[in-house]
């Protein structure tokens, strides 16, 4: 068994967990269609200035449903105390860490790939240009919003009202990717060349390096029972 | 332990009459001794607190992630209780900064409130470390306590330039006033902003001590109570 194979039977658990319940994806996604019904209804999608808020929406829509995902995905631990199994089991801290992120990451990938089609018809947005940039934006954005989103959710689970704290710990901590994401976003969406949206790429790789860094040193400490 | 309150009350009052001092300088500096900024009137007066209370906030900041590097590395819990007394002395210097920067706002840039990085970054501050006061208010256990609020001690501090750099691509008009290799700033007002930090920066050392050791005897007194519970 290395570091892989244990991450990965982490992940599958928790892929295994949620097709049996199917409570975290079926739930988030709804949440996710509700509030961009919801934004519709505050930003008239048939007015011109609509395709203006369309990146903001998309991007506050996908935070808040990430955040009940990886906020519920950590409570499932703590209540029947499956922190103390995944202490027991051989698998390090950094390979429980890699395997709550991957499936986290996964499961707000799913949101997205239902969500961002149903907005942009919605809005009716052009599609936009540059390839596979929304994408590639889409997927450094979500990377770096989960990989602290994990750290601060397990945190979070220890403490009294987890749910309510996890919001007040992680959006100011993820205000970078709001900047970086929704500015790329704008940028893709217009048009605009490269050389203008790259700027934000670079911020969201560095973004997700720190923030998948940082957990290798401190996901340890949040386990220690 | 016993003895830990009045010790820290005995060394406390050396550095009270010298916080008290040096604050009596710099109110007569700022408010009497200083010309008024040419172009600005006496609003400029502002400024040189609302330097002192900013600088000593990163100070602060800079302090909680030092103490939540050592707890989580020695783990003793004077270092949790140094990183709770220097993030609330933070919080209170953050709010002190954003006051008179919107105070100063409205009459030289004519607004309350600008989008400026140095005056955002601040304020996600301010938002970051209250979260950090929630959290600890928020986990049982001063052992579990001192361990999760080290943790977000060191990730809120990592992503301050991260945050600070991604407000300034996305936009800046913040003064330069000490620019790389230059200043730009009259002597007497040079000296009254220097005695103005130097004076808060006391005053943070004195009510991050107060803050200590009101932190330390909280634990004591825990102590006590378990210790009654038991026997």
Redesign the interface.
């Known amino acids: 068994m290395n570091f892989w194979s244990r991450t990965c039977a982490i992940l599958w658990k928790d892929l295994r967990a949620e097709l049996r319940s199917r409570e975290t994806a079926g739930t988030t996604l709804v949440f996710a269609l509700l509030a961009v019904l919801t934004f519709s209804f505050a930003f008239d999608p048939a007015a011109g200035t609509a395709r203006q808020v369309l990146p903001g929406v998309l991007w506050v829509t996908v935070f808040f449903a990430g955040m009940l995902g990886m906020g519920r995905s950590m409570a499932n631990e703590r209540a029947a105390d499956a922190f103390s199994g995944l202490l027991a089991s051989p698998a390090e801290p950094e390979e429980v860490y890699a395997g709550k992120f991957l499936a986290n990451l996964l499961f707000t990938g799913a949101v997205e790939l239902v969500e961002v089609p149903v907005l942009l018809a919605l809005f009716r947005a052009p599609a936009p240009a540059g390839g596979m940039g929304l994408p590639a934006v889409l997927a450094l954005g979500t990377i770096g919003y989960v990989a ?1 989103g994990t ?2 959710a397990a ?2 689970a ?5 749910e309510l ?1 996890l919001p ?2 992680l ?3 993820a ?2 990717v709001a ?2 994401a929704v ?1 790329a976003t704008s940028a893709l969406m217009a048009g605009a060349p490269p050389a203008e949206w790259m ?2 790429v670079r ?1 969201l790789a ?2 997700d390096v ?1 923030m998948l860094a ?1 957990p290798q040193l ?1 996901f340890r ?2 386990l ?1 029972g | 332990m016993r003895g830990v309150p009045e010790r820290m009350r005995g060394r406390s009052e050396g550095l009270y009459a010298v916080t008290v001092a040096a604050l009596a300088v710099a109110l007569y500096l700022v408010l009497v001794w200083v010309p008024n900024e040419r172009t600005m009137g006496v609003v400029s007066r502002i400024f040189y607190f609302h330097v002192a209370a900013a600088w000593n906030a990163f100070l602060a900041f800079f302090v909680v992630l030092v103490a939540s590097v050592a707890y989580l590395w020695r783990r003793d819990l004077a270092w949790d209780a140094l990183a709770s007394a220097s993030a609330e002395v933070g919080v209170l210097f953050t709010s002190i900064a954003l006051a008179t920067g919107v105070f100063w706002a409205r009459p030289v840039w004519n607004v309350w409130w600008t989008w400026d990085p140095r005056l955002t970054t601040t304020l996600v501050l301010w938002f970051l470390y209250v979260g950090y006061l929630v959290l600890r208010s928020a986990v049982p256990g001063e052992e579990r306590r001192g361990r999760l609020s080290a943790v977000f001690g060191i990730v809120a501090f990592v992503d301050v330039p991260i945050v600070f750099f991604s407000i300034r691509w996305w936009r800046t008009i913040h003064p330069q006033v000490l620019a790389p290799g230059e200043i730009r700033i009259a002597p007497e007002m040079l000296l009254t902003l220097l005695v103005s930090v130097g004076a808060f920066t006391l005053l943070y050392a004195l009510l991050c001590r107060l803050a200590y050791a009101v932190a330390r005897t909280q634990w004591a007194l825990e102590r006590l109570k378990a210790r009654l519970r038991v026997g």
């Open positions: 602290v750290l601060l945190l979070s220890n403490a009294r009202a987890g704290l007040l710990l959006l100011p901590v205000i970078p900047i970086g500015e700027l934000w911020l560095v973004y720190v940082l401190l400490y949040l220690e």
